[in-house]
């Protein structure tokens, strides 16, 4: 296995790899070494059977498909060395045909070689000019012979020379053409295999593409539905307020009203947006070490000022000097939400904690006294078949947020479960790693950060 393996690498290493090169350079460099071997047996074959010009000429001619090899791989002259190869080739078998008795030789079996070799590589556009120069040279040569037939010597003293010689010659062609047609079956193989898989993946990538557009054409549509319905009644209440005297209690609900509906929009839109730029520019993610009070704290003061107006108690026990690696902007985002979720579905009177502690990673909880999540849509909460539901105050909302928890959360290597029971609230726990170095100083937040 291991001789095997190092004749792999060998021929990869002389032919080239399909990284590079193509199919057809790539067997050109082999049928090049095949030819090289060729010669270089033929070289002291044709000394000691007598035929030392045929030797000298071979030995030349090995020189120069040396060279043509090296403008090939090494140059990657794939072009130049293909013509170089073809004139050399016919002019080489034209000498050795005039120089080892003529039809009496091997050479027209050897010709007949040199043009399968040749068209095996050569580029389309040239294969019609290479078959018209092959049977052009080789009726010259066998017209010159039978009109001067004395420029063809007899090269063979003996009856065994010449049948030695001939039967070399048709082994030569044989192990030629079994590894040359070897090699390219291989590769041929190699190429419809790449093929089948290119196809494949361009299939799945499809199937994944339309998978994708009909998410986003669901969320666009739930999008553009569920907008409505606020805007419309951001509309109403606008209208009644310019259209009918109204006394400054119904004045104050209604404006309440508005604002709760505002609200409610604005952070459908912040997540639409949000989602929508992470889907066509992608995410960039920057996370750094960060006192994750610190980090949260005003966002917490602006969401129980929002619980409040709703009279829900909100309270947070972050302790301080907990440093965690995170995106500021995407745990704010992913807590945010959470927060705001809980909000929406805990009726007046409830309460909702926000805690954290740390074992291996840090764990925010943020835990609710409201609805919960009835069984059958628990499997669905972060996907876009999560179901548009109602707040305690008819607040609407798309699911998204939820989706963009999940999706922001995993991009800092953490991860988002929740326990539910309708009825009895919701817990969410977000687990995102800990910076375990020097979390006992806030003063030293700056440095901790200046280290990456």
């Given at each position: 296995?291991?001789?095997?393996?190092?004749?792999?690498?060998?021929?990869?290493?002389?032919?080239g790899s399909d990284a590079t090169f193509s199919l057809e350079a790539r067997i050109y460099h082999c049928i090049c070494i095949v030819a090289f071997i060729a010669l270089a047996y033929n070289v002291p074959f044709n000394y000691f059977v007598g035929l030392p010009k045929v030797a000298l000429v071979s030995l030349i001619v090995l020189i120069g498909f040396a060279c043509l090899y090296y403008v090939s791989r090494v140059?990657?002259?794939?072009?130049?060395?293909?013509?170089?190869?073809?004139?050399?080739?016919?002019?080489?078998?034209?000498?050795?045909?005039?120089?080892?008795?003529?039809?009496?030789?091997?050479?027209?079996?050897?010709?007949?070689?040199?043009?399968?070799?040749?068209?095996?590589?050569?580029?389309?556009?040239?294969?019609?000019?290479?078959?018209?120069?092959?049977?052009?040279?080789?009726?010259?040569?066998?017209?010159?012979?039978?009109?001067f037939p004395s420029l063809v010597p007899s090269t063979y003293p003996t009856l065994i020379s010449?049948?030695?010689?001939?039967?070399?010659?048709?082994?030569?062609?044989?192990?030629?053409?079994?590894?040359?047609?070897?090699?390219i079956r291989q590769n041929y193989e190699l190429e419809r295999k790449s093929a089948l898989n290119r196809a494949l993946d361009i299939e799945l990538k499809n199937i994944q593409?339309?998978?994708?557009?009909?998410?986003?054409?669901?969320?666009?549509?739930?999008?553009?539905?569920?907008?409505?319905?606020?805007l419309a009644s951001i509309q109403s209440y606008l209208e009644l307020l310019t259209a009918y005297p109204l006394t400054e209690p119904e004045k104050k609900e209604i404006e309440l009203k508005l604002l709760s509906l505002t609200k409610n929009t604005s952070n459908m839109m912040a997540n639409l947006l949000?989602?929508?730029?992470?889907?066509?520019?992608?995410?960039?993610?920057?996370?750094?070490?960060?006192?994750?009070?610190?980090?949260?704290?005003?966002?917490?003061?602006?969401?129980?000022?929002?619980?409040?107006?709703?009279?829900?108690?909100?309270?947070?026990?972050?302790?301080e000097n907990m440093f965690v690696l995170a995106d500021a902007d995407m745990l704010m985002l992913v807590v945010r939400n959470l927060i705001s979720n809980a909000i929406k579905f805990t009726p007046a009177?409830?309460?909702?904690?926000?805690?954290?502690?740390?074992?291996?990673?840090?764990?925010?909880?943020?835990?609710?006294?409201?609805?919960?999540?009835?069984?059958?849509?628990?499997?669905?909460?972060f996907s876009l078949e999560a179901k548009s539901?109602?707040?305690?105050?008819?607040?609407?909302?798309?699911?998204?947020?939820?989706?963009?928890?999940k999706e922001f959360t995993e991009l800092q290597n953490g991860t988002i479960s929740f326990i539910s029971a309708p009825g009895e609230g919701t817990s969410f726990m977000v687990s995102i790693p800990v910076f375990t170095q020097n979390r006992t100083a806030s003063s030293q937040q700056g440095e901790l950060s200046d280290q990456f």
């Open positions: 296995m291991y001789f095997i393996s190092l004749l792999k690498r060998l021929q990869v290493k002389l032919t140059r990657k002259n794939f072009t130049y060395s293909v013509i170089g190869m073809g004139i050399l080739g016919n002019v080489f078998f034209a000498i050795v045909y005039f120089l080892n008795s003529g039809i009496d030789g091997p050479t027209l079996i050897l010709f007949a070689l040199f043009f399968y070799l040749q068209t095996s590589t050569a580029p389309k556009n040239q294969q019609w000019a290479w078959l018209l120069v092959n049977i052009v040279t080789v009726a010259g040569v066998c017209i010159t012979e039978y009109y010449r049948f030695t010689d001939n039967v070399s010659a048709y082994m030569v062609v044989v192990v030629s053409v079994f590894f040359s047609l070897r090699y593409l339309e998978l994708l557009n009909g998410e986003k054409n669901k969320l666009f549509s739930i999008v553009a539905h569920d907008l409505r319905s606020p949000s989602w929508s730029k992470s889907q066509l520019d992608g995410v960039r993610v920057n996370i750094r070490p960060m006192d994750l009070l610190k980090t949260l704290r005003d966002m917490l003061k602006v969401e129980t000022s929002i619980a409040q107006e709703k009279g829900i108690s909100l309270t947070y026990h972050l302790n009177g409830g309460n909702i904690q926000v805690l954290a502690a740390i074992d291996r990673d840090c764990t925010i909880t943020i835990v609710d006294s409201g609805e919960g999540i009835a069984e059958a849509d628990q499997k669905d909460v539901t109602f707040g305690t105050n008819n607040e609407k909302g798309v699911g998204l947020g939820l989706i963009l928890c």
